[in-house]
């Protein structure tokens, strides 16, 4: 079974510029949840999707991110525009019926 | 906002030893579960462990809940170099009537298993 895959695995930008991140969750999950993870803490959920709603996005900066998982499949999450503090590992995961989650390898973005 | 909270934040142990981590969260839950992450990757799914169960094992893995004092606890066996990671615990309240919930993770302990 194929894992959660994440693209990009690095990206440097300046501050002020915008960035999307791209999530493909395992097959047949319908639960697919992005986080924010700062260096040194556990990861903050930015936004939970059940399919292609929203579950939760209480944490999610809504001036500045965004997030969308069409047709209940992929997901891409943006920010616009990044700020310094917004240097973190970005992970995406997923998972079925309330199981246990299959993380991907995460996007570390850096904001210079 | 972080619903578990994990003690001890470091945990540093000789090869061989047992390793035990702890967890409080808050409100009440569905399930807990804990996770590893391996420094730069991924976290991994380690164990669940439902709110009406109170201990599970999986291979050298042994997990407790009490649900009364809002308590869960990890124990490593017969610990490995290659257990060297952090450790998560991470709760899920359901929303009602639905199979899935908010999955919140606490900030985790460092454990170091020396050679």
Redesign the interface.
């Known amino acids: 079974e194929a894992g959660?895959a994440q693209s990009p695995r690095y990206k440097i930008i300046e501050k002020r510029q915008s960035v999307a991140f791209w999530c493909n969750p395992i097959s047949g999950h319908?639960?697919l949840?992005w986080?924010q993870q700062i260096l040194g803490?556990?990861?903050?959920?930015l936004i939970?999707f059940?399919n292609n709603g929203v579950?939760?996005d209480s944490?999610l900066p809504k001036d500045r991110f965004s997030a969308e998982r069409l047709k209940g499949v992929d997901s891409t999450l943006k920010i616009q525009p990044a700020k310094l503090e917004d240097s973190a590992v970005y992970?995406c995961?997923s998972?079925y019926?309330?199981?246990?989650?299959?993380?991907?390898?995460?996007t570390r973005l850096t904001v210079v | 906002?972080?619903q578990?909270e994990e003690d001890p934040q470091a945990l540093s142990i000789q090869e061989g030893e047992n390793a035990t981590m702890n967890c409080s969260y808050k409100t009440s839950i569905?399930?807990l579960?804990w996770y590893r992450q391996n420094s730069g990757?991924?976290?991994?799914?380690l164990?669940?462990i439902r709110s009406n169960e109170r201990e599970k094992h999986s291979g050298r893995l042994r997990v407790t809940l009490d649900t009364s004092k809002k308590s869960s606890s990890l124990l490593i066996t017969a610990s490995r170099a290659a257990d060297t990671a952090s450790y998560?615990c991470a709760t899920?309240r359901?929303?009602g009537g639905?199979?899935?919930?908010?999955?919140?993770?606490?900030?985790?302990t460092i454990l170091t298993v020396h050679p």
Not at chain 1, 97 to 106: C, K, L, P, S, V
Request: charged fraction near 10%.
């Open positions: 959660v319908a639960t949840y986080y803490q556990g990861p903050k959920l939970q059940q579950v939760d944490q992970l995961a998972s019926r309330g199981r246990g989650a299959f993380f991907g390898q995460g | 906002s972080q578990g569905n399930n579960q990757r991924g976290l991994v799914h164990i669940l998560f899920v359901n929303a639905t199979s899935y919930g908010k999955l919140t993770f606490g900030q985790g």
